[in-house]
């Protein structure tokens, strides 16, 4: 890939479809060519920062020895490891499956990083039947990530598996 700048801007006011088509093809043009998955993590990680709005954290968490190590994000300060089944990135991870929770107070053993979270949405990144990352996504807003977004992060996570 030629060296280059980026300029991704935030279109706040456009349909979520868009915004997911946008971001979609953003990452891919992003992780085009590169094999190193930390710089990849990081580069989506900043790119999701700015196309979602009204989140206080995005990043990944990658599954090592059967729990969930930090990776590249945006945002405070997170926890480095968390265990399989242990809140809602732990519960993605051990079930292979999305977790949009529309309240983290009310999510058994949920892990407050951020004080400010209300909302999360977690996908998992999964490569020949086992769960590499997890994208973690948290807002401050109670009830922030709907399906379309479950959707949108989905479609993102099939197309990081090629980094893993
Ligand atoms: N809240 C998460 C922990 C990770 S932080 O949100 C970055 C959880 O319960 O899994």
Not at 32 to 50: F, Q, R, S, T
Not at 95 to 116: K, N, R, S, W
Request: proline letters at 7%; charged letters at 15%; a negative charge.
């Amino acid at each position: 890939m030629p060296l280059a700048m980026f300029d991704f801007t935030l279109d706040a006011d456009a349909p979520k479809s868009e915004r997911y088509a946008e971001l979609a093809a953003s990452a891919q043009a992003l992780i085009a060519g590169e094999p190193d998955a930390v710089a990849n993590m990081a580069n989506v990680a900043a790119l999701i920062w700015l196309s979602v709005p009204g989140i206080n954290w995005a990043g990944f968490y990658r599954a090592i020895d059967g729990e969930l190590v930090l990776g590249p994000f945006a945002g405070k300060p997170a926890c480095i490891r968390i265990p399989f089944g242990q809140g809602v990135c732990g519960a993605a991870a051990a079930t292979g499956t999305t977790q949009l929770v529309e309240d983290v107070h009310a999510f058994p053993g949920h892990i407050a990083c951020d004080a400010a979270s209300q909302s999360e949405l977690v996908v998992p990144i999964i490569v020949d039947g086992q769960v590499r990352a997890v994208i973690d996504l948290d807002s401050p807003h109670p009830a922030h990530f709907d399906q379309e977004d479950a959707a949108g992060f989905e479609h993102l996570a099939t197309i990081l598996e090629g980094i893993f």
